[in-house]
T-cell receptor
Framework: SQTIHQWPATLVQPVGSPLSLECTVE??????LYWYRQAAGRGLQLLFY??????ISSEVPQNLSASRPQDRQFILSSKKLLLSDSGFYLC???????????FGPGTRLLVL | GENVEQHPSTLSVQEGDSAVIKCTYS??????FPWYKQELGKRPQLIID?????GEKKDQRIAVTLNKTAKHFSLHITETQPEDSAVYFC????????????FGTGTRLKVLA
């Protein structure tokens, strides 16, 4: 069966520090992968999506970037975190039908 | 641009009553409409979905209806229970941005015991 992992689960970082969040999917090949951010009590903001290795589409211009070095690995990065980067970061993938998105457990990031 | 409006933003119902959440989408090419439930501090979980070639789908106490002409779809929860309390998100996809969902802003449902 397919599973999705995210780490770390929680992270507290100072303003101006770098960031690297990782998402991996098991049990499937060539999934579409997505990064979302959710501010406290708010909705889901799509940040990036990828339909294949090395293919990244950015939805919101900001100080974040994404990479997909392997088929089932999706990485979210920043060189310098801002206070406004705090939130709940969710990775998602679509199954073979490329329709239904399934979310990972998320990473809760607090920037101080 | 593409947009999904969701109403109401908050909804309180007595245990055992029904709850209805409504969404309206703008992209007429959208053809897939999932609903997610998000409990506090957890990931969104798919609870039901519907495709544009179907008008209604039911799964136990949960049902979704779709009106393609009016471009709106609704989530119906019957016989609500306290564990139904959560935030519910609708989404639309399959339009011009084929791989992307456009999410609604969410509905916070409270089921009062």
């Amino acid at each position: 069966s397919q599973t999705i992992h995210q780490w770390p689960a929680t992270l507290v970082q100072p303003v101006g520090s770098p960031l690297s969040l990782e998402c991996t999917v098991e049990g499937t090949s060539n999934p579409n992968l997505y990064w979302y951010r959710q501010a406290a009590g708010r909705g889901l903001q799509l940040l990036f999506y990828s339909v294949g290795i090395g293919q990244i589409s950015s939805e919101v211009p900001q100080n974040l970037s994404a990479s997909r070095p392997q088929d089932r690995q999706f990485i979210l990065s920043s060189k310098k975190l801002l206070l406004s980067d705090s939130g709940f970061y969710l990775c998602a993938w679509t199954g073979d039908n490329q329709e239904t998105q399934y979310f990972g457990p998320g990473t809760r990031l607090l920037v101080l | 641009g593409e947009n999904v409006e969701q109403h109401p933003s908050t909804l309180s119902v007595q245990e055992g009553d029904s709850a209805v959440i409504k969404c309206t989408y703008s992209d007429s090419a959208s053809n897939y409409f999932p609903w997610y439930k998000q409990e506090l501090g957890k990931r969104p979980q798919l609870i039901i979905d519907i495709r544009s070639n179907v008008g209604e789908k039911k799964d136990q106490r949960i049902a979704v209806t779709l009106n393609k002409t009016a471009k709106h779809f609704s989530l119906h929860i019957t016989e609500t229970q306290p564990e139904d309390s959560a935030v519910y998100f609708c989404a639309a996809s399959g339009g011009s941005g084929t791989y992307k969902y456009i999410f609604g802003t969410g509905t916070r449902l409270k089921v009062l015991a």
